[in-house]
Nanobody
Framework: QVQLVESGGGLVQAGGSLRLSCAAS????????MGWFRQAPGKEREFVAT??????YYADSVKGRFTISRDNAKNTVYLQMNSLKPEDTAVYYC?????????????????????WGQGTQVTVSS
C-alpha cells in the first residue's frame, strides 16, 4: 500500500509560480513511475507530467512552463509550475505506478496508475 500526500497548492496571479509536492510512503519509491494529473470543474481528469526513474514527459499544454522532478532520498515528487495561466486552475493530483519497476516507458493514462493522492487546489486569477 502506498500513500500519497500533496501540498503546495494555493491562489496565485497569472504569470506567477507555485511548486507542488507529493510525499510518498513505500520502501521502493525510486522504482515507481510518478505522475501529476489535474481536474478542472466540469472536465475530465487530464495528464500533466510524469517521471520514471530517469526521464520525464509532459502534456503539450504545460511543456516549457512546468517541471516535474523527484528526490528519492525524501520519497517526494515535485511539480514546479511557472508562467501560470487561468486555464491551469484545477485540483492537482499526484499518482504512483508501482507495478512496473524502473520502467523506461511513459504513462499518461490515469488508469495506468495504482495509487492517488487526495489532491490540492491550484487557482490562477487573471
Amino acid at each position: 500500500q502506498v500513500q500519497l500526500v500533496e501540498s503546495g497548492g494555493g491562489l496565485v496571479q497569472a504569470g506567477g509560480s507555485l511548486r507542488l509536492s507529493c510525499a510518498a510512503s513505500g520502501r521502493t519509491f525510486s522504482s515507481y513511475t510518478m505522475g501529476w494529473f489535474r481536474q478542472a470543474p466540469g472536465k475530465e481528469r487530464e495528464f500533466v507530467a510524469t517521471i520514471n526513474w530517469r526521464s520525464t514527459y509532459y502534456a503539450d499544454s504545460v511543456k516549457g512552463r512546468f517541471t516535474i522532478s523527484r528526490d528519492n532520498a525524501k520519497n517526494t515528487v515535485y511539480l514546479q509550475m511557472n508562467s501560470l495561466k487561468p486555464e491551469d486552475t484545477a485540483v492537482y493530483y499526484c499518482a504512483a505506478k508501482t507495478a512496473a519497476s524502473y520502467s523506461n516507458n511513459y504513462y499518461s493514462g490515469s488508469r495506468e496508475y495504482d495509487y492517488w493522492g487526495q489532491g490540492t487546489q491550484v487557482t490562477v486569477s487573471s
